[in-house]
């Protein structure tokens, strides 16, 4: 950023916030201008500037704007780049919540970009990805309004998984939804947590027809399959014993899902509860 020295107008406009908010944190935490020119009003500095971006980012991340402003305020120098703040999953979630709201994909991104390199992909699925999602599902049912909410959520969590690195090798672990299955983040998620273990996967999207699946698992060979069933609709068990009974079948045939019915599977197929499990159990294969 240059020397220039910004009215509150211009400072605003390039943060994209109101002005009254710039007055808010000006009056509230302290964070205003500081270049003063006699005869003018006082101008926001580079430094100024560094030190609202740091607000900016914190209370879009879930930070309470009082402690956002004295990590603001603490920045050593202009220019230096931000420490990082302490957070729990909590503050994830209702960063993550706010930015959903305000349909602010970057702001998503950026909280589940962080999470991720913090915590891991099992752990930030698990306590910030997950009760999102389903937090904004119960909204949706209960009014029946913001559903583009939920779109732009999940398009950006599938984004933010798919951006973990590939890892090296050929893949051995076929991910596949069952025939008509149209969702299929918690495999993205299983892919994403593999990829980070260094496991290589081949991951199909949504709906992949039975026929379709035996011909990828003749054409590939995989050591392991898993069809991701959400809803009992889906869930036809046929599938899965087909998929064992291929002439070169896999070491594992996993169900992972809430579809596939409650009870004994038929023998042969393994039951996946949980993405720890089905972690753990596919790295070993």
Do not use: K, N
């Not at 704007?65 to 990082?84: H, K, R, Y």
């Not at 909204?139 to 913001?146: L, N, P």
């Not at 583009?148 to 951006?163: D, F, G, P, W, Y």
């Amino acid at each position: 950023m240059t020397d220039e020295a910004l009215s509150a107008g211009a400072a605003a406009r390039r943060l994209g916030v109101a002005v009254t908010t710039l007055r808010t944190w000006h009056q509230r935490y302290g964070l205003g201008p500081s270049r003063h020119e006699s005869g003018h009003h006082r101008r926001y500095t580079s430094g100024d500037m560094d030190r609202l971006q740091v607000m900016q980012r914190l209370t879009a991340q879930g930070v309470a704007p009082a402690e956002a402003a004295a990590w603001a305020l603490a920045q050593p120098s202009p220019g230096t780049a931000p420490a990082a703040a302490p957070a729990d999953h909590q503050t994830a979630i209702r960063g993550l919540t706010r930015a959903a709201m305000r349909l602010d994909a970057p702001a998503m991104r950026d909280i589940l970009c962080a999470e991720i390199r913090e915590r891991g992909v099992m752990t930030a699925w698990a306590d910030v990805m997950t009760p999102v999602l389903v937090a904004i599902g119960d909204r949706y049912e209960s009014t029946q309004r913001y559903v583009e909410v939920e779109h732009l959520l999940s398009r950006t969590v599938t984004e933010v998984l798919a951006s973990i690195p590939h890892a090296a090798g050929p893949p051995r672990i076929l991910l596949a939804a069952a025939d008509e299955e149209q969702h299929t983040l918690p495999l993205e998620a299983l892919a994403a947590a593999l990829a980070e273990g260094g496991v290589p996967t081949r991951l199909f999207g949504a709906r992949v027809p039975s026929r379709a699946l035996l011909d990828a698992i003749g054409r590939t060979g995989p050591a392991a399959v898993v069809l991701w069933s959400q809803r009992a609709a889906t869930g036809d068990v046929e599938q899965l014993v087909r998929v064992r009974d291929v002439p070169h079948p896999p070491v594992l045939v996993g169900a992972a899902g809430p579809g596939w019915p409650v009870g004994d599977l038929p023998d042969g197929i393994t039951r996946l509860t949980g993405l720890v499990e089905a972690v753990q159990l596919l790295a070993s294969v």
